[in-house]
Nanobody
Framework: QVQLVESGGGLVQAGGSLRLSCAAS????????MGWFRQAPGKEREFVGD????????YYADSVKGRFTISRDNSKNTVYLQMNNLKPEDSAVYYC?????????????WGQGTQVTVSS
């Protein structure tokens, strides 16, 4: 497994932006699809989006498409989630995760999460 550490969360007004980072340990970061999830109080964990091992392909949930962008820097073992035009319903704990076995494999490692709160 790999250790994942998220950062960059905080409190922002609706319409604002935040960029989350997820730093990974280990030397095989560039081999894996990485993704972002979120979980709001009382709700199930929700898939936000993911990015292929080389950054060439991304996929987003409909709820964030056009507002959120995932990128990665394999030289820094880091994946990013740029969130623009934030809405109160985006408030949640955001987690990054590693996917094994390509774009359809299971998620095998998770970070501890970072809180994002969007005020109206």
């Amino acid at each position: 497994q790999v250790q994942l550490v998220e950062s960059g969360g905080g409190l922002v007004q609706a319409g604002g932006s935040l960029r989350l980072s997820c730093a990974a340990s280990g030397r095989t970061f560039s081999s894996y699809t990485m993704g972002w999830f979120r979980q709001a109080p009382g709700k199930e964990r929700e898939f936000v989006g993911d990015i292929s091992w080389n950054g060439g392909s991304t996929y987003y949930a409909d709820s964030v498409k056009g507002r959120f962008t995932i990128s990665r820097d394999n030289s820094k073992n880091t994946v990013y989630l740029q969130m623009n035009n934030l809405k109160p319903e985006d408030s949640a704990v955001y987690y990054c995760a590693r996917r094994i076995g390509g774009r359809t494999g299971p998620w095998d490692s998770w970070g501890q999460g970072t809180q994002v709160t969007v005020s109206s």
